[in-house]
């Protein structure tokens, strides 16, 4: 349990009542060890995942500022591959694995396994047509090998969703570390509330049209911090 109180306040943005408050209401998953409580870092970035709480912008930055974690950047080295074949989650993240560029030092079989593993343990689907497939501990040894893809399928998949939307997009994160995955989970959830966004994704838009959108909202954020 390597996260307290004061780790989830500034993680999340939010006041230390705010916490109490989830935790009380058993909305967050904790522990109490020794009449204090602690939080599992892997257990927290899921929550953010599955929870149905509305994301606030102020979590988009949650980077390092001497090292940001651009998602623009980061779609760039994914890319954005259409067609992606399979009738259900395993076909769907097999053939996107192969299509999609991956790390030299992993193995495509590593990832794929990974990815397997965590929508067993719960599935990444976060209605809407969308799913954020992911290792559940990141996997990239090197933070220049990170990378989101942008994957859509040629036809919508059942991934379990809440809504009980079939998946027609996928955002496939291969991140270097814990801070970086929620930092760019964090977007990723926060852009999905745009129905212009969602739009965007469920027509299939290009890579041009997906990063000019991307760049105009981290240059937006940029901003407002800047002014704060």
């Given amino acids: 349990m390597d996260l307290k109180i004061k780790d989830i306040v500034d993680l999340l943005q939010v006041s230390e009542k705010t916490v109490y408050r989830w935790i009380k209401e058993k909305k967050i998953p904790c522990y109490r060890i020794n009449h204090q409580y602690r939080f599992n870092r892997s257990e927290i970035n899921e929550w953010i995942l599955s929870s149905k709480i509305e994301l606030s912008s102020s979590l988009i930055h949650l980077a390092p500022a001497n090292n ?14 259409p067609n992606i074949k399979g009738e259900n989650v395993k076909e769907v993240l097999r053939d996107t694995i192969e299509k999609i560029t991956t790390p030299p030092n992993i193995s495509k079989e590593e990832i794929l396994s990974a990815l397997l593993s965590r929508e067993e ?3 990444t689907a976060i209605g809407k047509g969308i799913a954020i497939p992911h290792p559940r501990n990141p996997i990239v040894t ?7 893809s942008i994957c859509y399928l040629q ?21 270097a570390s814990p801070r970086m995955h929620l930092d760019v ?3 990723i959830s926060y852009l999905c509330q745009s ?10 838009a290009s890579k041009e049209s997906i990063l ?7 240059k937006d954020w940029h901003n407002k911090e ?3």
């Fill in 155 to 175: 036809k919508p998949v059942e991934f379990g969703a809440l809504d009980n939307q079939p998946v027609h997009t996928l955002f496939i994160l291969l991140t």
């Fill in 68 to 81: 940001p974690d651009h998602l623009a950047d980061l779609l760039e080295k994914g890319g954005i591959i």
């Fill in 212 to 218: 000019e959108f991307v760049k105009l909202k981290e």
């Fill in 226 to 228: 800047s002014r704060n």
């Fill in 121 to 123: 343990l719960m599935p």
């Fill in 195 to 204: 129905e212009y966004f969602l739009n965007m994704l469920k027509e299939q």
């Fill in 142 to 148: 090197d933070i220049n090998n990170a990378s989101v």
């Fill in 185 to 187: 989970l964090s977007k």
